[in-house]
């Protein structure tokens, strides 16, 4: 009764109730919101079509262009250098014992720094401007990608290692077709985490050092009581999470399976 | 035995040496400016001045306490919140959508609101930290409950265990670790959510101490509290390592 069973194929009257009971709390959430925002009258919670419009005139055409995609840019950038370095950083201290070793303790007080923790330290380092946002969300993704990397690469089986001995699979080779592909899975989901670390680095980032960008917008409507802007801001945040989000996966399950590991066919929920 | 005690021990201590030094001689020789990275004695002199500084100490309680009291929300309702929908695959369906939906937004984003709705305080600090630790971590508990191994599962049917005892002796023990490393990670979650409230604004902490350092240009500081925080996330991920190493040990139990 408790586990549903998910392996045959339910029968398609099953599987129109199980939709329709999944849509009935999300449709009275916004029904419910809809109704206590239209009789409330508060100016802090505008109702649903006020905000889809403020949306609409924050983000569509200028704002768009003035204020999404540099942050946009940054993420993008800062996010592919981390990730890029802390794979090849966590490659060489997986397979360098010593300097594994001698790194760790350093390495590992970075870590429990929480990322945000870092900001004034880097306002310090790298000033206010885009360089600030590319500098902080690149170091924060290069850490953990870094570790969970080197652990993967610690995890490789010896018996892997010593094929590629006899075969002298050495150097360039051996990189990119056994290690990097060995690594894969922990990548990916050290990947997915420090996406959304990214996105949350971001927009602090520029709450406190940016005159441009999604962040310090939301941060200016809120300080100048502009709450149809601040909600547009907070609807685009969110908007935003959720579609990188499933940008990731559908990404993920390309490369799984380009790469001949296994997809799980079931949807987690972790 | 003495080698391997050495190798150990001594590596990563050479490691810290390295690091220290090449700092130390970075900042002394001017290799960089003294007005972004310190020295590191002074930088250690300031840590140590500000850990017995009473004045210091009242904002990291202040922390602190923020942490706590949003963490201890977050896991009181979402532990019993995620078991019930755990066991219960109807009801884990129903809310799935908005659960699904929820996960991936930045915690940051009902900050503006709340700090406009709410105010400043510890009422605001701990509503952010709780919904920035409470969605994973029901999430996690979920996860962990309706991942019970079937084969348990049955051999309790078969015993004719019952709905509660097998709750209490199969399922929660068996989602015991998973809860755990849950935790953990809510209460680093929490912390640095606990941060971002402080650095912008409407809570004092050393968050505050934090942006103080920075405005006044003060880089000494704000090496030596950005130290403290990460000594505090330390102590934080190693007393919640502590708590779910003790709850993977129910795992043998069950």
Redesign the interface.
């Known amino acids: 009764m408790s586990n549903f069973d998910l392996t045959h194929s339910p029968s398609l009257t099953a599987r129109s109730v199980r939709i329709l009971w999944a849509s009935i709390l999300p449709a009275a959430l916004l029904i419910a919101y809809q109704l206590w925002s239209s009789s409330n009258q508060d100016p802090f919670f505008p109702t649903i079509p006020v905000m889809v419009e403020d949306f609409r005139a924050a983000w569509i055409g200028e704002g768009f262009t003035q204020h999404v995609i540099p942050s946009l840019t940054n993420l993008a950038i800062g996010y592919s250098a981390g990730l890029i370095l802390g794979v090849l950083g966590g490659i060489a201290l997986g397979r360098i014992h010593f300097l594994r070793r001698a790194t760790e303790p350093v390495v590992g007080f970075i870590l429990t720094i929480p990322a945000i923790a870092l900001l004034p330290l880097f306002l310090i380092f790298l000033g206010i401007g885009q360089q600030l946002q590319v500098g902080i969300i690149a170091f924060s993704v290069f850490f953990i990608v870094l570790v969970m990397t080197t652990y993967a690469v610690v995890g490789i089986e010896g018996v892997l290692l010593d094929v590629c001995d006899i075969y002298r699979i050495r150097g360039l080779r051996r990189l990119t077709r056994v290690l990097f592909p060995a690594v894969i899975p922990q990548v990916l989901s050290a990947a997915r985490i420090t996406l959304s670390l990214s996105v949350l680095v971001m927009v602090v980032s520029e709450m406190i050092g940016a005159s441009q960008g999604i962040g310090a917008t939301i941060l200016l409507a809120q300080q100048s009581f502009d709450y149809g802007q601040m909600w547009a801001g907070m609807l685009l945040l969110a908007v935003l999470g959720i579609s990188l989000n499933l940008l990731f996966t559908i990404g993920e399950r390309t490369l799984l399976i380009s790469t001949g590991y296994e997809v799980p066919s079931r949807r987690r929920i972790s | 035995m003495t080698l391997r005690l050495l190798?150990r021990f001594a590596?990563?201590l050479?490691?810290?040496f390295?690091?220290a030094a090449l700092w130390e001689i970075a900042s002394t020789q001017g290799w960089v400016s003294t007005?972004?990275v310190p020295t590191l004695h002074d930088t250690v002199s300031r840590t140590v001045n500000l850990l017995t500084s009473s004045e210091f100490y009242e904002y990291l309680l202040g922390t602190l306490q923020a942490w706590a009291v949003g963490l201890a929300w977050a896991v009181a309702v979402a532990i019993p919140l995620g078991i019930v929908f755990g066991?219960?695959?109807?009801a884990y369906?129903?809310?799935?959508?908005?659960?699904?939906?929820i996960?991936?937004?930045?915690?940051?984003?009902?900050l503006?609101?709340a700090?406009?709705?709410i105010g400043g305080g510890l009422r605001y600090q701990a509503t952010l930290i709780f919904q920035g630790a409470f969605w994973p971590l029901l999430?996690?508990v979920?996860?962990a409950i309706?991942s019970t191994d079937?084969v348990s599962?049955d051999t309790a049917r078969s015993f004719r265990l019952g709905a509660w005892r097998t709750i209490a002796f199969v399922r929660l023990p068996a989602a015991a670790p998973l809860i755990g490393s849950g935790l953990r990670l809510a209460a680093?979650t929490a912390?640095?959510v606990t941060?971002?409230t402080e650095?912008?604004g409407g809570a004092s902490g050393i968050?505050t101490q934090?942006?103080i350092?920075?405005s006044g240009?003060d880089?000494t500081s704000?090496?030596a509290?950005?130290i403290i925080?990460?000594l505090v996330?330390?102590i934080?991920?190693g007393a919640f390592g502590k708590i779910e190493k003790s709850f993977l040990s129910w795992r043998v139990a069950s």
Do not use: C, H, K
Not at chain 2, 103 to 110: A, F, K, L
């Open positions: 190798q590596v990563p050479i490691g810290i390295v690091i007005d972004s066991l219960n695959y109807w369906a129903f809310i799935r959508v908005p659960l699904e939906a996960r991936p937004v930045p915690p940051v984003v009902i503006p609101l700090l406009l709705v999430i996690t979920i996860y309706r079937s599962l680093a912390f640095g941060l971002v650095i912008l968050g934090l942006m350092a920075q240009g880089a704000v090496f509290v950005t925080a990460g996330g330390l934080i991920s």
